[in-house]
């Protein structure tokens, strides 16, 4: 009986753990991105496979990769635990995919500005989850969303007025 009541109070522990430090980075880390994305504004981003304005002879296009992994708290795996039992969408998940699809997008911007180039075309991203089984199949363990971004930088013409 001791160690069914000690057990409860090490999950309870952890959730709030989970919840309390999870909630923290999570907005430390969208801050961050909101941060950056700021500045980045300048930058053209488009889904043409080609910059229009670019013109032989500039910065020759450039391939730029990035990934970026996001692990999720000790709360959403337990969560998405519980919403796998009963069915429908997880949304705890959803700051979670989210995160990592704005981090990888910014680490392409963030490489394409520094290589000198102020546009990115024909931007792809894909997904993955890594030790996804963990929050469905009741194991103990941390579910990631990685999502591996590409696209091809261009300097672009800058207007004449």
């Known amino acids: 009986m001791l160690e069914l009541i000690l057990s409860a ?33 300048h930058m053209v981003v488009t889904q ?7 013109v032989p002879g500039d910065a020759p296009p450039r391939l730029i990769v990035a990934e970026a992994v996001i692990g999720s708290d000790f709360l ?32 392409v911007l963030e490489e394409a500005h520094a290589a000198g180039y102020n546009a990115i075309c024909n931007l792809r991203l894909d997904s993955a989850d890594i030790g996804g089984n963990a929050a469905t199949s009741g194991q103990k363990g941390t579910v990631m969303a990685a999502i591996l971004a590409s696209a091809t930088a261009y300097q672009a013409a800058r207007p004449t007025y």
């Open 48 to 54: 043409l496979r080609s910059y229009p304005g670019w």
């Open 76 to 107: 959403k795996t337990f969560l998405a635990s519980l919403r796998y039992l009963i069915g429908g969408e997880v949304r705890s998940f959803r700051s979670l995919l989210d995160r990592a699809r704005r981090e990888a997008t910014l680490r």
């Open 9 to 41: 109070i090490f999950t309870l522990v952890l959730l709030a753990l989970g919840y309390f430090a999870g909630g923290y980075h999570e907005r430390q880390h969208i801050a961050s991105l909101e941060a950056r994305e700021a500045a980045l504004r």
